[in-house]
């Protein structure tokens, strides 16, 4: 797993290279936006840790030329700033993720391989069903090449649905994978959630399995 | 940048305006000047005139006798510029003073005596004195014309005008030194009040003396006002770096604590020493966080009121970034507003009050986070609503009470909260607190 760190503190900059090695990454350090934009234009990383207030080149532009560029690794920003304002413009900038300084590297580590496992899970980054393919990388769905605007957890609902193709999944089943706890009252909202999905997507693309629970259909065939 | 200097101003203000009030005196002055010396003249030709007329018979023929002419003997001396002159249908008598001239014809309709301005001899304007007379004992009328030289008026005139003029420019010079003394004296309580100023900027302590006239009164006064203002702001500056300082105290003396611990080597010792030390940071962080949250409040005191912003769209991108957490993409958000909706206050300040409390909402959801909007009595009220756990009654008064720790009120949901609330109260809106339909605390605002 190949990491990119780009941090122009002299502490913080070693101190991540550390924890992130320490976790079995392997991590390099880039100090100033320009170099960082080349590096993560040329070369292929797992992940990529950015602090926002770089020499040179701040860090919202280098993340936005990558995103310009097609580079799709994920990414998590560092910001002494902390304020929310800075937060939504990293994430509208393609950022997937965010950690406000002084941060416990344990929490950093957690989230960088959290970032890494969301966006690596998958041998085929593009799931098609009939005309609604749905991007596992860029977390992001579209029917006849449209994009939808879904919600994370309806995104992830489709999304497990997608990878369970051709089998009914039983609404608990869906509950502890949306929710990571069973609960008898989540079988409501996940027939809330089916609802909202169907709304969105046309409602025989989902269908009811009695008794069994729900799956995907490809209702195009 | 164009300067000006009030001093010039008013001086040249009041040397022009006496200027111009002498200068219409003195035109004013000349000319009534001018008429009386014409009705003077005019008083000495009817004397000299009565004089003449005294004499006149006519002999039965129409001519005229010689005449004796009045005394004065200008009348005998050739072009001394003053004259007579009695005219008959047959012939007439002149002052020997005309020599061979003539003085020019005049209507001979005037019943009483008249005065004209006429070109008369020796190529000279005269001030002509004019009647016509019934001798006794004719039946014609003649004309008796009496004649001053105009030069002789003028010369009298203009010497007046010179001498006046002479003393109305000494005037004016007095008057305007008086105005420049008068702007002065008026401009003084300046000079005094600059030096003050002076010294206020030294020593924020001091203030202003009372002793200055009525027109700058008030503003000395608003002088004062600003100054206890701006002391205040620096002592509360002051006990804001204060309090921070010592919050910084307790976690420093965890960390020195822990640090030693670790020194003593204890090697069980560092797990307890790390967590301690971790403990330590978060509750500077907590200070510093605040700190930083009371600025922001500080600072968006100083925005403009008229700002509008898209609360739909502040909560969708809050949201996008909250989805991205753990806990963040396993809840479900329901947003009720609408598109159109604007609130009057700044995009960013609505994020920065927005962000913590759905931060709150998403972390003490069960499923569930829900913001929506509603109108009420004209106001639009913005909430943030979880169904978690909620927090006690008597915890809410806890956390909406100033001076309370902001890291231990209201079960966790303390910080986030106060620094929304901080936000709030500075851009001048409301935050109240409430039990939610979906179960757990629901945060209204409003604007």
Redesign the interface.
């Given at each position: 797993m190949r990491a990119l760190v780009v941090e122009d503190d002299p502490d913080v900059g070693p101190d991540i290279v550390r924890g992130l090695e320490g976790a079995g990454y392997k991590a390099e350090l880039v100090r100033n936006g320009e170099d960082a934009w080349f590096k993560g234009d040329v070369e292929d990383y797992d992940v990529a840790v950015v602090d926002l207030g770089l020499p040179r080149l701040d860090g919202l532009s280098v993340i936005k030329k990558w995103r310009a560029n097609d580079r799709s690794f994920p990414v998590l920003i560092l910001s002494a700033r902390?304020?929310?304002?800075e937060?939504?413009e990293?994430?509208?900038s393609g950022a997937?993720?965010?950690l406000a300084k002084?941060f416990?590297m344990a929490e950093l580590i957690t989230r960088v391989r959290?970032l890494v496992r969301r966006y690596s899970g998958h041998a085929a980054p593009v799931l098609s069903i009939g005309t609604l393919s749905i991007d596992t990388r860029r977390m992001a769905a579209s029917l006849d090449g449209k994009p939808l605007t879904l919600?994370?957890?309806e995104f992830?609902l489709l999304n497990y649905l997608a990878h369970q193709k051709g089998r009914a999944v039983p609404a608990g089943e869906l509950a502890e994978h949306?929710?990571?706890a069973e609960d008898p009252?989540?079988t409501n909202?996940i027939e809330?959630?089916i609802v909202r999905l169907r709304r969105k997507i046309g409602a025989e693309r989902i269908e009811t399995k009695r008794g069994f629970g729900y799956m995907l259909a490809d209702a195009d065939r | 940048m164009r300067t000006y200097s009030l001093r010039l101003r008013l001086l040249l203000g009041a040397t022009i305006a006496i200027f111009a009030a002498l200068a219409v005196a003195w035109l004013v002055m000349t000319w009534l000047f001018e008429r009386q010396l014409e009705r003077q003249a005019e008083q000495e030709l009817r004397r000299d005139a009565l004089e003449l007329v005294a004499d006149l018979k006519a002999d039965p023929n129409g001519a005229i006798p010689m005449l004796e002419g009045p005394d004065d003997p200008r009348f005998e001396k050739p072009a001394s510029g003053l004259y007579w002159q009695v005219s008959g249908p047959n012939g007439a008598q002149r002052s020997r003073s005309l020599w061979d001239q003539v003085l020019p014809k005049t209507p001979a309709d005037a019943l009483d005596w008249r005065t004209q301005f006429v070109e008369g001899p020796f190529g000279h304007r005269l001030f002509l004195l004019h009647r016509i007379v019934q001798p006794e004992g004719s039946k014609d009328a003649v004309l008796v014309q009496l004649a001053l030289d105009e030069g002789e008026l003028r010369a009298a005139g203009n010497q007046f005008a010179q001498t006046l003029a002479l003393f109305l420019v000494l005037i004016w010079a007095a008057l305007s030194c008086a105005a420049w003394i008068q702007v002065e004296l008026g401009l003084k309580p300046l000079a005094s009040l600059k030096r003050e100023i002076a010294a206020l900027r030294l020593n924020p302590a001091e203030r202003l003396s009372a002793a200055y006239p009525s027109e700058v009164e008030p503003l000395t006064r608003a002088i004062n006002d600003l100054a206890s203002a701006r002391e205040a702001d620096v002592k509360r500056a002051r006990q804001r770096a204060a309090d921070l300082a010592h919050g910084m105290k307790t976690p420093l003396a965890a960390l020195a604590a822990q640090s030693r611990l670790i020194r003593e080597g204890a090697m069980e010792n560092s797990r307890t020493a790390s967590e301690g030390l971790?403990r330590a940071?978060a509750a500077a962080?907590a200070a510093v966080?605040g700190e930083?949250a009371r600025a922001?409040a500080a600072a968006s005191r100083l925005n403009h009121q008229d700002e509008k912003a898209a609360p739909l769209k502040?909560a969708q991108?809050?949201?996008?970034?909250l989805?991205?957490?753990?806990k963040?993409?396993?809840?479900?958000?329901r947003l009720d507003i609408p598109e159109t909706l604007r609130l009057a206050i700044s995009?960013?300040d609505l994020?920065?009050i927005?962000?913590?409390l759905l931060e709150n909402a998403v972390r003490f959801a069960r499923?569930?986070v829900r913001v929506a909007s509603q109108s009420k009595d004209g106001k639009n009220l913005l909430s943030v609503e979880d169904d978690g756990p909620g927090i006690k009654m008597s915890e809410m008064a806890d956390v909406m009470v100033r001076g309370v720790r902001l890291d231990q009120a209201g079960g966790g949901h303390g910080l986030g909260l106060a620094i929304a609330r901080e936000l709030v109260e500075a851009t001048g809106g409301m935050i109240t607190l409430g039990e939610s339909p979906l179960g757990g605390l629901r945060v209204t605002l409003s604007w």
């Open positions: 902390g304020d929310w304002s937060k939504v990293g994430i509208e997937d993720d965010y002084p416990q959290a919600s994370q957890l992830r949306l929710y990571g009252d989540d909202a809330q959630l | 971790d940071i962080a966080e930083l922001r502040i991108g809050l949201i996008s970034v989805e991205r957490t753990e963040g993409m396993r809840v479900d958000y995009e960013e994020t920065e927005l962000g913590p499923r569930n």
